[in-house]
Nanobody, 122 residues
Framework: QLQASGGGLVQAGGTLRLSCVASGRTSSRDCKGWFRQAPGKEREFVAA????????QYADSVKGRFTIFRDNAKNTAYLQMDSLKPEDTGVYFC?????????????????WGQGTLVTVSS
């Protein structure tokens, strides 16, 4: 199971940190990813991290603003979001994949959290 939290309402230019706590079948040796879904749009990839934290992938739209990292001792992955823009608004989902190579498409993930809402006002 994955439990995402940390969403909220923030002004443009602000920051938020999302957390994703894993329990049960997910493990510290899997890839973790973040996706988001804006109203009326499809779910899109945001960022992902390999099991040891050294390998990361980012969507072009968030590079330089978002940072993904993980603390395996706490079974938690994080998404630090800086310089937020109104177009970052959406429900953010965390996901886990039992793969070595970092997946960037939703179909490659095995487990999903329930989502946390991020709203960025202009």
């Amino acid at each position: 199971q994955l439990q995402a939290s940390g969403g909220g309402l923030v002004q443009a230019g602000g920051t938020l940190r999302l957390s994703c706590v894993a329990s049960g079948r997910t493990s510290s040796r899997d890839c973790k990813g973040w996706f988001r879904q804006a109203p009326g749009k499809e779910r899109e990839f945001v960022a992902a991290i390999g099991w040891n934290g050294f390998r990361t992938q980012y969507a072009d739209s968030v590079k330089g603003r978002f940072t993904i990292f993980r603390d395996n001792a706490k079974n938690t992955a994080y998404l630090q979001m800086d310089s937020l823009k109104p177009e970052d608004t959406g429900v953010y989902f965390c996901a886990a994949a039992d793969r070595f190579l970092i997946p960037t498409t939703s179909g490659q993930y095995d487990y999903w959290g329930q989502g946390t809402l991020v709203t960025v006002s202009s």
